[in-house]
C-alpha cells in the first residue's frame, strides 16, 4: 500500500504557526516525531513524502526529517519516496542523503521527472530510469536494453535494492512506486 | 574609573579587532563606555558585534555599560533603520540623540538587526528575507532565482549555531552594500553574532583530546569550518557549515568565523584575507560573516 504524507500540513500541525520553511533542527524532530507517529500505526509499505508548498529546506530540517526517517525505514521493512521536490530544495535532500550514504527516490515538483538522489553511482540512476521506462527486469534483459554487461547491470540493481528503490521479486527488480 | 571602548570610524570585521583590544581583560572590572561618536559607517558585523559586547558585559554581572552614539546625523539615521538603537536600549545607557526609525520601503537592509533566541525566530526570519533577497540577488547580484532558497538555507544554518552552541541568544543582521575597497562589487552580507560559550568550550568536550597541545581557539575554528565536527555525537550533526561553504563556492563567497582569539576563513580569490589569524584580543562568544558578491562588476 502507498500512502501520501503532505510535509506542509505536518508542519503546520507541529510547530502550529502558518511557516512554510522547514528550517531548523527543532522543526525537523517535531514534524518527523509526528510521521514516525503515523508510520507506527500504518499497515502501507510505501510512504511518499510530499515537499509540495513547502519554501526552505534547511540541511538540518532535511537531516532529521528525511535521513532519520530513511535510516529508520531500511530497519522496518519500509520504503520512503520523495515527491514535489523543487531544485533548491533537491540540493540540500542530495546533501544529507550523501552524507549518511543514503539514497531515495524521487518525484521532482513541476514534471514528470523521477530521479534518484543521494548516495548513488551513476549506472544506478540509469539503471532506474531505464526500469521506470521500459518495465521491471532482470540483469541480463538490463544489461541488454543499456547495452552493459552483466556484471555492470548487477551491480547497478545490487546498488537500488541495497536503497531500496528497487524491489527483486525471482531475480526481476521492480521499480519503486510513483504516483 | 571608565574604561573607554572606541568604535573605529569605519566599523566592519577588519576594523573589529581593534574595537575588541580596547576592552582589555574580559570582562572588564570597570565601568564600559562604548564611544560610537566617531564612527563614520557601520557594517552589519560591526553592529551586531557592538550588542554581543553590551549583551556580554550585561550577563557577566558587569555595570551596564554606556554608549555614545555616532556625531554623524547619517551615520544615527541609518543605525536607527537597522533596528541598531532599539535593541542598543535595552543593553546600554545610551547617551545622545536617537532618531526615531522609519522603515520606507524597500532599502539595502534586508534584515533588521534581529536577535536569535530560539528556533522559532529563525522560522521568522527565514521566512521575512525571501523575498528582499530574491529582490537583491536576483536584481543586484546576477545569482539564479533559485539560489534564494540557499540564501535562506545560509542564512538557517549560520543562525542555528547559536540556538545549538552558543548557551545564550545572539544577534543577526542582513544588508546589502558596495564593497568598494576590497572588491568594487555589490555584496549581501550576514552578520550573525553570540555572547556564548565560543567555539572552543562547545567543542572542548568531544574534540580537544585529538587535537591534544595544539588544542585552542584556532583548531577549534579548524575542526567546525574545515573537518565539520560537531559537539554532538549524532552522524547527522555538523552538514551545517558544510552546506553553507558549499553554497558559498558555487558563488564565490566568503565566510569567516571570530571566536575567542582567532578567526578563520574560507577566502575567495578576490579578498586578500588571510585565511587564519591567531593570537587576536580576545571577545566573547562566536562572529561569523558571510559575504555573496555580484557576479559581475557594477557597470
Given at each position: 500500500m502507498v500512502q501520501t504524507i503532505s510535509l506542509q500540513t505536518v508542519l503546520r500541525e507541529a510547530v502550529a504557526t502558518p511557516y512554510r520553511d522547514l528550517v531548523t533542527r527543532a522543526t525537523g524532530a517535531a514534524v518527523r516525531g509526528r510521521i514516525e507517529a503515523t508510520l507506527a500505526l500504518a499497515d502501507w509499505t510505501v510512504t511518499l513524502l510530499d515537499f509540495s508548498g513547502v519554501d526552505c529546506l534547511d540541511l538540518s530540517c532535511a537531516d532529521e526529517i528525511v535521513a532519520k526517517l530513511l535510516l529508520a525505514a531500511a530497519s522496518?521493512?519500509?520504503?520512503?519516496?520523495?515527491v514535489g521536490v523543487r531544485d533548491d530544495q533537491r540540493d540540500a535532500l542530495e546533501h544529507v542523503l550523501a552524507h549518511h550514504r543514503l539514497?531515495?527516490?524521487a518525484r521532482l515538483h513541476g514534471g514528470d521527472t523521477t530521479d534518484v538522489l543521494g548516495w548513488t553511482s551513476g549506472d544506478a540512476r540509469h539503471a532506474f530510469a531505464a526500469l521506470r521506462a521500459h518495465g521491471p527486469a532482470d540483469a541480463p534483459l538490463l544489461a541488454a536494453r543499456l547495452d552493459w554487461t552483466l556484471e555492470r547491470a548487477e551491480v547497478a540493481l545490487e546498488d537500488l535494492s541495497r536503497h531500496r528503490i528497487a524491489r527483486a521479486t525471482g531475480g526481476v527488480f521492480h521499480p519503486v512506486t510513483l504516483p | 574609573m571608565t574604561?573607554?571602548?572606541?568604535?573605529?570610524a569605519h566599523f566592519d570585521d577588519r576594523s573589529f579587532d581593534q574595537f575588541a583590544g580596547w576592552f582589555g581583560d574580559w570582562p572588564s572590572e570597570e565601568r564600559v563606555l562604548v564611544d560610537a561618536r566617531g564612527c563614520q559607517w557601520g557594517s552589519p558585523y560591526g553592529l551586531v558585534g557592538l550588542l554581543t559586547a553590551g549583551q556580554a558585559l550585561v550577563e557577566a554581572g558587569r555595570e551596564r555599560p554606556l554608549f555614545t552614539v555616532p556625531a554623524s546625523d547619517d551615520v544615527r539615521r541609518y543605525w536607527a533603520r537597522t533596528g541598531f538603537f532599539a535593541h542598543a536600549a535595552e543593553l546600554f545607557e545610551v547617551h545622545g540623540r536617537v532618531p526615531r526609525s522609519a522603515a520606507t520601503g524597500p532599502s539595502d537592509v534586508l534584515l533588521d538587526v534581529t536577535p536569535i533566541r530560539a528556533s522559532g525566530d529563525?522560522?521568522?526570519i527565514v521566512g521575512k528575507i525571501q523575498e528582499g533577497a530574491a529582490r537583491i540577488l536576483t536584481g543586484e547580484l546576477g545569482i539564479e532565482a533559485k539560489a534564494?532558497?540557499?540564501?535562506?538555507?545560509?542564512?538557517s544554518e549560520a543562525c542555528q549555531n547559536i540556538v545549538e552552541h552558543a548557551g545564550t541568544s545572539g544577534w543577526v543582521a542582513v544588508q546589502a552594500y558596495t564593497f568598494r575597497r576590497r572588491l568594487g562589487r555589490r555584496v549581501v552580507v550576514i552578520a550573525v553574532s553570540d555572547a556564548g560559550v565560543g567555539f572552543r568550550r562547545s567543542l572542548e568536550s568531544t574534540q580537544a583530546k585529538r587535537f591534544g597541545d595544539r588544542w585552542g581557539d584556532p583548531t577549534a575554528l579548524e575542526a567546525a569550518l574545515i573537518q565539520n565536527v560537531s559537539r554532538f555525537r549524532d552522524p547527522g550533526r555538523g552538514q551545517g557549515l558544510a552546506g553553507i561553504k558549499?553554497?558559498?563556492?558555487?558563488?564565490q563567497g566568503k565566510i569567516s568565523i571570530r571566536s575567542g582569539t582567532a578567526r578563520l576563513a574560507i577566502v575567495p580569490t578576490w579578498d586578500e584575507d588571510v585565511p587564519l589569524v591567531d593570537h587576536l584580543p580576545f571577545f566573547p562568544g562566536a562572529q561569523v560573516q558571510i559575504v555573496i558578491p555580484a557576479q559581475h562588476a557594477e557597470s
Open positions: 522496518r521493512d519500509r520504503v520512503v519516496v520523495l539514497a531515495a527516490a | 574604561r573607554v571602548v572606541e568604535v573605529p529563525i522560522h521568522e534564494t532558497m540557499g540564501f535562506a538555507m545560509a542564512l558549499r553554497y558559498l563556492s558555487r558563488w
